[in-house]
T-cell receptor
Framework: RKEVEQDPGPFNVPEGATVAFNCTYS??????FFWYRQDCRKEPKLLMS???SGNEDGRFTAQLNRASQYISLLIRDSKLSDSATYLC????????????FGQGTTLQVKP | NAGVTQTPKFQVLKTGQSMTLQCAQD?????MSWYRQDPGMGLRLIHY???????DQGEVPNGYNVSRSTTEDFPLRLLSAAPSQTSVYFC??????????????FGAGTRLSVL
């Protein structure tokens, strides 16, 4: 079983739709959680950190459920520019910064 | 405003050749790492370093060497290239410590093909 698992998609949605991605992680000792965005043939970039209480950044909302060991990302009012692959990332225990990446979920927003 | 710089961007090697992928960062970050990204696999950690003079293995270290003689540079060496090493390689850096939240900054990647 992979340490971080995501549905690879693709998710095809129309502009303006709301879409949600889930991600599960297997290590209950994991400390920090992130969503990264990766455009086609580009490097990953941090989209947002995920806090225990949930957090929002504009149209993006991230949630963490430690009991069930999953993380979610909700995108409201999808834009064409949201088309990308979204990587769920988990930080292993300790301060060494070892990140475990999910394989990513691909989103295609259509006009 | 360079951030993390990787060279080369593209490389084609023959089986058995050796080469070094270069990575440099100008943010004075302590932590640097190398990942490879293959279709359907996500990014996998090859080697990492928590500071100058210190390196350690990640998930897939076989066939690769690293060194960290300075804070800025973290080269990745392929000792004897194999077709299985065809991949996209990303270098990343971050500050360590709780305050920095371990945000990783990635280079633009090196696309390597081994024939």
């Amino acid at each position: 079983r992979k340490e971080v698992e995501q549905d690879p998609g693709p998710f095809n949605v129309p502009e303006g739709a709301t879409v949600a991605f889930n991600c599960t992680y297997s290590n209950s000792a994991s400390q920090s959680f992130f969503w990264y965005r990766q455009d086609c043939r580009k490097e990953p970039k941090l989209l947002m950190s995920v806090y225990s209480s949930g957090n929002e950044d504009g149209r993006f909302t991230a949630q963490l459920n430690r009991a069930s060991q999953y993380i979610s990302l909700l995108i409201r009012d999808s834009k064409l520019s949201d088309s990308a692959t979204y990587l769920c990332v988990v930080l292993s225990r300790g301060n060494t910064g070892k990140l475990i990446f999910g394989q990513g979920t691909t989103l295609q927003v259509k006009p | 405003n360079a951030g993390v710089t990787q060279t080369p961007k593209f490389q084609v090697l023959k089986t058995g050749q050796s080469m070094t992928l270069q990575c440099a960062q100008d943010m004075n970050h302590e932590y640097m790492s190398w990942y490879r990204q293959d279709p359907g696999m996500g990014l996998r950690l090859i080697h990492y370093s928590v500071g100058a003079g210190i390196t350690d293995q990640g998930e897939v270290p076989n066939g690769y060497n690293v060194s960290r003689s300075t804070t800025e540079d973290f080269p990745l060496r392929l000792l004897s290239a194999a077709p299985s090493q065809t991949s996209v390689y990303f270098c990343a850096s971050s500050q360590t410590g709780v305050a920095a939240k371990n945000i990783q900054y990635f280079g633009a990647g090196t696309r390597l093909s081994v024939l």
